[in-house]
């Protein structure tokens, strides 16, 4: 049959003209024409290709079947027949050898509608196939991609709508099938034309855009525009959450801001604290200064202060140096008197400086007693009698209708202002007077006692008057107007800052009005509640007897080495009906307390074994097994100058009573101790109650101490008569064993005794050699003692002689 084909064929062979062959040639696919028995009439080039073949030529009039497998062929055969049967084209895939084949086959008619020939084309799709599939699988791979990525991605079409949205996109957006994007991202925006991504879409360019969403999300997006698989343009819109950046960098920028702000507040801060070092450091520099000013005026001061004592020093050494050597009684007396005037006015530098110290440390306190301000007035004045006397200068007072004359206050730092401003007025002026003028500066209308008053004292003078530039100084402590070597009056330069200090004190303050040679005023006020005349008498009364307080029988342990002073103070207690015990010194007192109870304790504060000073702190040591370790100590006792006090009070003594013993006083003083009062403001100095001068004999006086008491002071010479001479050889013995402090003590005691009862040289003497045994200056005290024999002599003698007259 297949020979019978091939003769056939070959009878059938049908020439191609050029154009067909050239149109054969031209198809991509592969064609040829075959008769019905499938020899090849006419091929072209790209079924040689799809059989194997190298060229055409071994392809036409061969039979298409023998190219092909057994089991192809024969599907092939089939489908020529189908084609030949159907009289219609037959199209059918085949996949041979891996590939895939889109064959046609379409039959062709002869004139009487018979099949007699087939033209078949072949299409390879291998290929096509093949990048369809590696379309498909990148499209999922996209997808893929897409769907797994941890933000957002959708296709948004310029109709609004989202076509794709990814499962980061749905999970949190849900699904916008049927949404336009402002529905599908609850967008919040109200000018869609103006979203970026349709800006995106409008201008074809990629645009990127932080948006936040409804409920505070904010995503990256970038837009990108591109044309879908259908072709159509679109925006893929690709999103990162960013909100967590996003607030961290809130963050970031807040705590950056909170920074700045602390850095700003800080920069203040210091800038504040700077210019406040600034001006500290300016405060330093100008206390520097004054601190520097200070010194210096400390400094002058002090060299002040040095001529200040050294001029009455000088005056004191010199004046006795003569008094010793002189044999002429009166030139002795008048040496003497001035001897006691330079101690006097040492006292009274000295004073001043302890005064001054005490209110400068806030440790004064003033006193609060009914008292009479004509009284006061008027004892300031009296001191200066005599000196505007001498310089023939008038001293006038004169006080206002209006002004309460019993005021309560403290009418001895009163005085102490007054007679300041009143010395000086009278140091500093030559011609005319001095005035002081008291006036009612405030009070209530209808005053009445306890109210409270307001006063002005104005000491006017004139004298030579202050420079202006110089009246603020002189307020100053240790300034004076004239701080020149060679300036003419004394002073320390306290005595205003004292007045000033003690006014404040007061509540008041002190001015000055003055003009250069015409005068001074110097004024303050002070403030005083009116008080009770009443109170004024009682207080005099109080002091002068202790029954009218209602102290009566008290029992007393007196403590004092001195015979005579031990008997003076029995007897006056003795008189007034108290129980008196004595004892000898610091340590027999503190026996006595330990066994028995006393209401009230007198100790001479100089004492053989143990001295007063040391029996009071004993004492007061609640473990010294006193029975009272409270109960009030009064000090007998010689020293009697400023400062001593403050050191009875620290060793917890009560008060003091100023050797010799003054009754008036003695009573005053037992009377304020056993009242629980402390030592009082009233300062007791040796000083203000000396004598000017020393006369051999002061009967009167030591009379007057006694209250006028002769059988008293009778009693006195006794015990003098008595027991001075003995005193007095135990001291020669002292000093001949240099026992210094025995022979101090009995010295101390001879001094006592002799002022006690009048012989005040002796006590002077006697003075003078506890002082001389105290530097331990044998000489001097030798010296002493000579004069002191003689005069202890004399005062014997006299004493005698007076008690028989
Ligand atoms: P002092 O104790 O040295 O007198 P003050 O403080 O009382 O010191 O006085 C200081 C200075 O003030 C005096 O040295 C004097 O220069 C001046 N002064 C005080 N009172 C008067 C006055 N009434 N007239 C002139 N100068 C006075």
């Given at each position: ?37 499938g020899?090849i ?34 599907i ?16 059918f ?15 062709v008619f ?32 996209q ?42 991202l609850?967008?919040?925006?109200s ?52 909100t ?5 960098e ?39 200064k ?14 002040n ?8 020093l ?19 007396t ?110 209530p ?26 009246q603020?100084?002189?307020?100053k ?62 207080d ?110 620290e ?33 007791k ?54 026992d ?7 010295a101390?005691?001879i ?9 005040e ?45």
């Amino acid at each position: 049959m297949s020979d019978k084909l091939n003769k056939s064929t070959t009878r059938s062979y049908v020439s191609i003209d050029e154009t067909s062959r050239a149109l054969l040639d031209s198809a991509v696919e592969s064609s040829f024409v075959m008769d019905v028995n499938g020899h090849i009439l006419a091929a072209n080039k790209a079924a040689a290709l799809l059989m194997g073949l190298k060229s055409v030529e071994e392809l036409e009039n061969h039979d298409v079947y023998s190219f092909l497998p057994e089991d192809v062929a024969a599907i092939r055969r089939e489908k020529v027949q189908d084609a030949i049967e159907k009289r219609a084209s037959v199209r059918f895939e085949e996949e041979v050898d891996d590939r895939n084949l889109v064959h046609s086959i379409v039959p062709v008619f002869n004139p009487w509608g018979d099949v007699v020939r087939l033209a078949v084309s072949t299409l390879d799709l291998t290929e096509l196939r093949k990048s369809d599939e590696d379309l498909r699988r990148e499209q999922q791979r996209q997808i893929f991609f897409m769907e797994s990525l941890p933000g957002i991605v959708y296709h948004l079409y310029p109709d609004k709508s989202i076509r794709y949205a990814n499962r980061y996109f749905r999970k949190y957006f849900g699904s916008p099938k049927g949404k336009n994007c402002k529905e599908a991202l609850e967008c919040s925006k109200s000018d869609c034309n103006a979203c970026p991504p349709m800006a995106a879409m409008e201008q074809d360019r990629a645009v990127e855009w932080d948006w936040t969403d409804s409920k505070g999300r904010t995503f990256h997006l970038q837009c990108s525009p591109m044309t879908d698989s259908a072709g159509e343009r679109m925006i893929m819109v690709l999103g990162i959450d960013i909100t967590a950046r996003k607030r961290a960098e809130d963050d970031l920028q807040k705590a950056h801001d909170r920074l700045e702000d602390r850095v700003r507040q800080r920069t203040k801060e210091l800038e504040k604290a700077n210019s406040e070092l600034t001006n500290k450091s300016m405060r330093l520099v100008s206390a520097m200064k004054k601190a520097d000013a200070a010194t210096r005026a400390k400094s002058a001061f002090l060299a002040n202060m040095s001529h200040e004592i050294r001029t009455p020093l000088n005056a004191v050494l010199g004046m006795t140096e003569l008094a010793l050597r002189s044999v002429n009684e009166s030139k002795r007396t008048n040496y003497l008197q001035r001897v006691m005037q330079a101690g006097n006015s040492l006292l009274s530098v000295i004073n001043d400086i302890l005064d001054f110290s005490k209110i400068e440390a806030r440790k004064l306190t003033l006193e609060k007693i009914d008292f009479d301000l004509r009284k006061t007035l008027d004892s300031a004045m009296d001191i200066h009698r005599t000196q505007t006397s001498d310089k023939s200068l008038f001293l006038d007072n004169s006080i206002a209708d209006d002004v309460p004359n019993v005021l309560v206050g403290d009418p001895y730092r009163l005085k102490q202002v007054l007679i300041n401003l009143v010395s000086n007025a009278v140091k500093f002026t030559e011609q005319g007077g001095v005035s002081i003028d008291i006036s009612l500066v405030s009070a209530p209308p209808k005053p009445k006692k306890g109210d409270e008053v307001v006063l002005e004292f104005a000491v006017t003078d004139t004298g030579v008057g202050i420079p202006k530039d110089k009246q603020k100084a002189i307020f100053k402590s240790f300034l004076q107007a004239d701080d020149s070597v060679t300036r003419k009056h004394g002073g320390t330069g306290l005595g205003l800052s004292i007045c000033t200090l003690l006014v404040e004190l007061m509540q008041g303050r002190l001015r000055i009005a003055s003009e250069e040679g015409k005068g001074s005023t110097f004024a303050f006020t002070a403030k005083f509640i009116i008080g009770d005349e009443a109170n004024v008498a009682r207080d005099i009364e109080a002091t002068l007897d202790l029954e009218s307080l209602g102290l009566s029988n008290l029992k007393v342990l007196l403590a004092d080495d001195n015979k005579l002073n031990l008997e003076l103070a029995s007897t006056l207690l003795i008189e007034q009906g108290h129980n008196v015990v004595c004892v000898e010194n610091g340590a027999q007192a503190l026996e006595a307390v330990k066994k028995d109870r006393f209401d009230i304790i007198l100790m001479d504060v100089q004492m053989p074994i143990m001295d007063g000073i040391s029996a009071t702190r004993a004492i007061r040591n609640p473990n010294s097994g006193a029975t009272d370790p409270k109960i009030p100590i009064v000090a007998i006792t010689a020293h009697a100058l400023k400062g001593d006090k403050e050191r009875f009070m620290e060793a917890g003594m009560n008060d003091y009573i100023a050797k010799p013993i003054k009754m008036t006083e003695f009573y005053s003083t037992l009377a304020r101790a056993m009242h629980g009062a402390d030592l009082c403001g009233d300062e007791k100095t040796g000083a203000e109650d000396a004598p000017c001068a020393v006369d051999s004999f002061n009967r009167q006086g030591a009379l007057d101490m006694l209250g006028g008491r002769k059988d008293l002071l009778t009693r006195m010479d006794e015990i003098f008569l008595r027991d001075i001479p003995g005193e007095l050889e135990e001291l020669i013995s002292y000093m001949a064993n240099h026992d210094w402090e025995e022979a101090k003590r009995l010295a101390h005691s001879i001094k006592g005794s002799s002022r006690t009862v009048g012989a005040e040289r002796a006590g002077a003497v006697a003075e003078q050699v506890e002082f001389f045994c105290k530097q331990k200056d044998v000489n001097s005290a030798e010296e002493e003692l000579k004069i002191l024999e003689a005069e202890v002599k004399t005062a014997l003698q006299y004493i005698t002689d007076d008690m028989q007259s």
